[in-house]
Each structure stands twice: as structure tokens, then as C-alpha cells.
């Protein structure tokens, strides 16, 4: 077959793979109305999911479960704003992970609004500016973003999407290395390169700023100032990249979190679906372990416990945990009402697709 009879079969594919996509927008497009009418979202997190569960399962490749992903969720992407223009709030400014992440979980065809800090964004989503929030909840080296994890506790916005995006750090600056003598960027940044930074810039002044696209905005105007940030963010704001990828672990990795007014109450499927909560416990001998009994005693799995000052009372905390399935299982619920009987506070922070 000589090449211009390989191009013309691909022309040929590329003219059905658009009247199909097509077909298969207008088709999703009687879906949106059906939900319009019965009062439910366009976006729900756990449909998706299972629209990707079975692509990957009738995916013969070449192509990765990571390509069909990307390539369906802006096929979704596209279709969603033809029905409703959703708006995505995120901590900003423009070039962040976090916008990396919702971008991620949301395609690229929506309108997104970055907002100066964590408290903004559920704001945001509270005063209904914004249909959803995205927020960083914990990083593989750094651990937990205690900003997010207070706004949870205080927030009636529930979690309905979770994200994971691999972190490569980079030091950008106008200036070479050893002229350096100031680092900026977010506090999780410069915890996740403590040892790089230690050993190539051990007098450089570290200093925590409000995002890493700050730092970078900062460093584009002072000589001697570097940031880490995103290679993203050195061609967004055209500022050389002086080292890449000096992250201690080379799997550093970052979850966000998907907030909304309302919860999702459908389930992606048995088995995979991930639940949040909050609880605080009584001063007493054996408190703890009687909660975790609750979870042990069921088979349910926790992945993470994660402690915080309560803000309210001195010495008292609240336990933030993260468990597989959802909170409408009834063994699930099971446990959630021996955990009311015992425990002065229990509150739902919502259950979502436990996907990577």
C-alpha cells in the first residue's frame, strides 16, 4: 500500500470520527435535558467514571487507558459547555497545579476562575459564583495542606471528585544558581525539595508564599530571587528554568479534592467509591481504638487518619478519615451509627470515585 492510499483511509476514518462524535454529542445532549428535568447536574463524577470503566475494558489499543481517558474527557468536556457552562473555582493564579488538576478533571473546555486562596474557593462555591471548587488536600512527601483540611471541618460543601497529579518541581529564576539568595513558593513546595535545597542552595532564604505561580511572579521582578514552581509556569511567565525536577521523591505526586453545594448520592460502583469524614472524640481511655473498631470489625479499609486542632476548644481535636466505600452502603452505615452513639461530632465530607 503506497502512502497516499494510507492517507486517504485515514482521511476517511477522521470523517467518521467526527460525524461520531458528533452523533454521540447530540445523543448526550438528550441525557442533559432528561437531567435538567429531573432536577439533577450535568456533571456527575461517578457516571463518568463509569463511562471510563468501560472504555477501558473494551480499549484493545494501541492506545493507553490514560489516552482514552484524556481524549473522552474532552469529548465530555465539550459537551458539558454546550449544555451548561459550568464555572471552576481554583486555587490561583493562573499556571498552578492546582489548575493543572481541575483542567485534568474537567477538560479544557469550561470557564475557570483563580481566586487567591483556599478560603476563597469554597467561598466561592458557597456563594454559588462558582459551580465547583478545587483544592489541594495532601502531597506524597509534604502530607496534608492543613488549610483545606480546616475548611472542610467548617464548610457545608461536600467532596464529589478527587484528583491526583505527579509534581515535578523546578527552580526558576533570571538569575544563575550561584547568584541565588532567596527561594519563594508555596509551603508544600519548598518542604517537598528540603533536600535539594539543602544541598545546593544551603544559604538561600526560604520564603513561603501564597502559591507557587506567586513565586513565580515575584521572581520575574527581583534579581537574585527564585521560585519553584511548574515548567508551566517558566513558559507562561517566560522565565528561564535554572533546574528541573528537584523534588526529593521522583514519585511526588499531589491529591485534590472536588468541592460542591451538593453530594453525590449515586455510587460509581462496589467497591469503588471512597468516603471522607470528620469525627472528634470524648477525653477518655480507649476512645480511638473504639472508633477504628467501628471500621475493623466491618472489613472497612481506612487510607488515611489525619489529626487537627479543632480551633474551637484548647486540646481538642478533630480525626480526619478517608475509607473504601460509599456513605450510603448500609455496612458502612452501620458503622457510622455506632460512631454517633460514642463520638460528640460526626460529619459526612462526602463520598466520590475512588479513581486515579
Not at 493543572?100 to 458557597?126: C, M, T, W
Not at 472536588?258 to 471522607?276: M, W, Y
Request: charged share 25%; with cysteine; hydrophobic share 35%.
Amino acid at each position: 500500500m503506497d502512502l497516499d492510499d494510507v492517507r486517504q483511509k485515514i482521511d476517511a476514518i477522521d470523517r467518521e470520527i467526527i460525524t461520531r462524535i458528533n452523533e454521540r454529542v447530540r445523543l448526550a445532549s438528550e441525557v442533559a435535558r432528561a437531567k435538567h428535568a429531573a432536577g439533577l447536574p450535568i456533571y456527575i463524577p461517578e457516571r463518568e467514571e463509569q463511562v471510563f470503566q468501560k472504555l477501558s475494558s473494551i480499549n484493545e489499543g494501541p492506545l493507553t487507558e490514560q489516552a482514552i481517558r484524556h481524549i473522552y474527557r474532552e469529548v465530555i468536556s465539550a459537551m458539558i459547555a454546550l449544555e451548561q457552562p459550568l464555572k471552576i473555582a481554583y486555587l490561583g493564579p493562573e499556571g498552578t497545579y492546582t489548575e493543572q488538576a481541575a483542567r485534568k478533571n474537567f477538560g479544557s473546555s469550561l470557564d475557570y476562575h483563580a481566586v487567591p486562596s483556599i478560603a476563597d474557593v469554597f467561598s466561592e462555591v458557597e456563594r454559588r459564583e462558582a459551580d465547583y471548587g478545587v483544592i489541594p488536600i495532601e502531597n506524597s512527601t509534604g502530607g496534608a495542606v492543613i488549610h483545606s483540611l480546616d475548611m472542610l471541618a467548617e464548610t457545608e460543601l461536600k467532596i464529589i471528585g478527587q484528583v491526583y497529579l505527579p509534581v515535578e518541581h523546578c527552580l526558576l529564576s533570571h538569575s544563575k544558581l550561584s547568584e541565588i539568595t532567596e527561594v519563594r513558593s508555596k509551603d508544600q513546595a519548598l518542604i517537598q525539595c528540603r533536600d535539594w535545597l539543602q544541598r545546593n542552595l544551603p544559604n538561600a532564604k526560604q520564603i513561603d508564599c501564597d502559591s507557587t505561580t506567586g513565586a513565580v511572579v515575584h521572581a520575574t521582578k527581583n534579581p537574585g530571587t527564585a521560585a519553584i514552581a511548574g515548567e508551566i509556569a517558566a513558559e507562561r511567565y517566560s522565565i528561564p528554568l535554572v533546574a528541573k525536577g528537584i523534588q526529593d521523591r521522583k514519585d511526588n505526586e499531589t491529591r485534590f479534592l472536588v468541592i460542591a453545594p451538593e453530594p453525590n448520592n449515586g455510587q460509581t460502583g462496589p467497591g469503588l467509591d471512597k468516603t471522607s469524614l470528620v469525627f472528634s472524640i470524648h477525653h477518655e481511655v480507649g476512645a480511638l481504638e473504639k472508633v477504628l473498631r467501628s471500621f475493623s470489625t466491618r472489613q472497612i479499609n481506612l487510607s488515611k487518619i489525619e489529626s487537627r486542632p479543632s480551633r474551637k476548644k484548647a486540646w481538642e481535636y478533630l480525626f480526619f478519615v478517608d475509607f473504601d466505600g460509599h456513605w450510603n452502603d448500609p455496612t458502612i452505615q452501620e458503622a457510622i451509627a455506632e460512631l454517633n452513639s460514642s463520638c460528640p461530632l460526626v460529619k459526612w465530607l462526602g463520598s466520590y470515585p475512588n479513581s486515579r
